[in-house]
């Protein structure tokens, strides 16, 4: 019997993009897993206020080709992980307008019981990694899913890395970016995103 698994995210500058794939990634590698990659639709607000910085541009048009996230994918899946930035320790406002709209969903409860997790990217250390992963738990909580986290085992355990070489990534699929042009994402981060994928895909299977 085939698992569904959705991996749906927002993001602004490629960082979360880039984790999104390494979660399917990590889905994938189950067997009898189906992945489907989604995007959170960017607020036209939003665009206008960034169009003009090339990083902005530049990830979004390397996004463009993934299709929007629907009701019908939700309904699809067995097991759903949301990526997001950190927005003062909250999700994006991209996502919350999508999981805003999801009511009708919520009154026939159709999301009941879908395993579910959060990968988030942020600025700086404790940037707000696992206050955006916490607080983004509290609707989908209330949409009746089932939380699944990270073992700290099966993403590489707890290491340190030097602060001048890159920032370490949180244990919570939370990650850190460089303040310099390239705000490059750290290379544990996507072994622990690979990691949150399998660990979705099992518990459906249990």
């Known amino acids: ?3 569904n698994v959705l991996v749906t995210f927002y993001s602004t500058y490629g960082h979360v993009h880039r984790m999104a794939l390494a979660v399917a990634e990590g889905a994938e590698s189950v067997p009898d897993i189906t992945v489907r990659l989604r995007r959170i639709p960017e607020l036209e607000e939003a665009r206008k206020a960034l169009s003009a910085q090339d990083a902005y541009v530049r990830a979004q048009q390397a996004q463009a080709d993934i299709p929007a996230v629907t009701h019908d994918d939700l309904r699809w899946a067995d097991g759903i992980a949301w990526g997001t930035p950190t927005r003062y320790g909250n999700m994006s406002a991209q ?11 919520w009154l026939k409860g159709e999301l009941e019981d879908k395993a579910t997790g959060v990968f988030t990217s942020t ?9 955006t ?6 609707p989908l909580i209330h949409l009746g899913m089932v939380f699944v986290g990270v073992s700290v085992l099966k993403s590489g355990g ?3 890395i030097d602060f001048h070489v890159e920032p370490p990534p949180e244990r919570s699929d939370g990650t850190s970016k460089d303040r310099n042009e390239q705000r490059s994402v750290a290379a544990l981060a996507d072994g622990t995103a690979v990691a949150q994928g399998p660990q979705g895909a099992d518990h459906r299977l249990r």
């Open 1 to 3: 019997m085939t698992t």
């Open 95 to 105: 996502m919350k307008q999508f999981v805003d709209t999801t009511g009708g969903l």
């Open 158 to 160: 707890v290491c340190v």
């Open 133 to 138: 992963i916490l607080t983004a738990l509290v």
């Open 123 to 131: 600025a700086s250390i404790h940037g707000g990694q696992e206050t």
